[in-house]
């Protein structure tokens, strides 16, 4: 007699290539867990909502994309379709607070409360909407819920010096430390942990010069076609292993 292995969707944008990627060249094994993926890429992606507890696209087209993303035929999410959900970039860009922030908390002439960030940290993931499906789903008790935002800009992909380019903007950023990323994480951690919500950090390892992530993680073909936010399958491989240490 086999036992029953517990269900795992990975829910999410164009991030979630990465990850089929990943378990596809064996980078990873999810052992016991039957996976589904479930999502969309690009503007179908904001297309996507929840009602009274039910997530459905809004629209023919998210449709169409979502069939195709589960392949399956599962075109609705309600909180105990699964044991666990692993909500992955779902447009939660990390980027986009973090590197204001570290330039603040590196920055000789300024300072930032803890209770300013855990505010500011609060609006910015309830301005998600993947997110508030997170946050519903984890209320309900009849799952996990897991929380993997999108990584940090690839180096050397992009001229972040460029004008109003993050580096322009904030530059301190790079001068900031683990113990600084480690400040940042830890409040997002604790707010979501509030919502039963379990957050799965970036390795500080894959992140260099502050607030970039390392080179090596860029997709294939990053340098040509100009994309900074996507990750290749080994990156999605050291969050998966992050998330299988935060499962068991």
Same mark, same amino acid.
């Given at each position: 007699?086999?036992?029953?292995?517990?269900?795992?969707?990975?829910?999410?944008? $164009?991030?979630?290539?990465?990850?089929?990627? !990943?378990?596809? !060249?064996?980078?990873?094994?999810?052992? +016991?867990?039957?996976?589904?993926?479930?999502?969309?890429?690009?503007? @179908?992606? =904001?297309?996507?909502?929840?009602?009274?507890?039910?997530?459905?696209?809004?629209?023919?087209?998210?449709?169409?994309?979502?069939? =195709?993303?589960?392949?399956?035929? =599962?075109?609705?999410?309600?909180?105990?379709? *699964?044991?666990?959900? /692993?909500?992955?970039?779902?447009?939660?860009? &990390?980027?986009?607070?973090?590197?204001?922030?570290?330039?603040? /908390?590196?920055?000789?002439?300024?300072?930032?409360?803890?209770?300013? &960030?855990? %505010?500011?940290?609060?609006?910015?993931?309830?301005?998600?909407?993947?997110?508030?499906?997170?946050?519903?789903?984890?209320?309900? #008790?009849?799952?996990?819920?897991? *929380?993997?935002?999108?990584? /940090? &800009?690839?180096? +050397?992909?992009?001229? *972040?010096?460029?004008?109003?380019?993050?580096?322009?903007?904030?530059?301190?950023?790079?001068?900031?430390?683990?113990?600084?990323? @480690?400040?940042?994480?830890?409040?997002? @951690?604790?707010?979501?942990? !509030?919502? #039963?919500?379990?957050?799965?950090?970036?390795?500080?390892?894959?992140?260099?010069? +502050?607030?970039?992530?390392?080179?090596?993680?860029?997709?294939? +073909? @990053?340098?040509? $076609?100009?994309?900074?936010?996507?990750?290749?399958?080994?990156? %999605?491989?050291? &969050?998966?292993?992050? *998330?299988?240490?935060?499962?068991?």
């Amino acid at each position: 007699m086999t036992s029953r292995r517990d269900s795992l969707c990975i829910f999410g944008d $164009s991030h979630i290539g990465s990850i089929r990627k !990943a378990l596809n !060249a064996g980078l990873v094994e999810l052992d +016991g867990l039957a996976v589904e993926f479930w999502g969309a890429a690009g503007p @179908a992606f =904001r297309q996507i909502d929840i009602k009274d507890g039910v997530v459905r696209p809004e629209s023919k087209e998210a449709a169409e994309i979502v069939a =195709r993303v589960n392949g399956l035929g =599962r075109l609705s999410l309600v909180a105990d379709d *699964f044991d666990g959900f /692993l909500f992955y970039g779902a447009r939660l860009r &990390m980027a986009e607070f973090m590197v204001p922030y570290l330039h603040v /908390l590196r920055d000789p002439k300024r300072a930032v409360s803890g209770a300013v &960030m855990q %505010a500011a940290a609060q609006h910015f993931l309830v301005s998600c909407r993947a997110f508030r499906i997170a946050r519903s789903f984890a209320r309900s #008790g009849k799952t996990k819920v897991f *929380f993997a935002p999108a990584p /940090l &800009m690839t180096k +050397g992909i992009l001229d *972040f010096a460029a004008p109003k380019m993050p580096i322009d903007l904030y530059p301190f950023a790079l001068e900031a430390e683990a113990q600084d990323r @480690a400040r940042i994480w830890g409040v997002f @951690a604790d707010i979501l942990a !509030a919502d #039963g919500i379990t957050l799965i950090a970036q390795p500080d390892e894959t992140i260099v010069d +502050g607030a970039f992530t390392d080179a090596r993680y860029a997709i294939e +073909g @990053a340098l040509e $076609s100009g994309d900074a936010g996507h990750k290749s399958p080994e990156f %999605a491989a050291l &969050m998966l292993g992050a *998330f299988l240490q935060e499962w068991h």
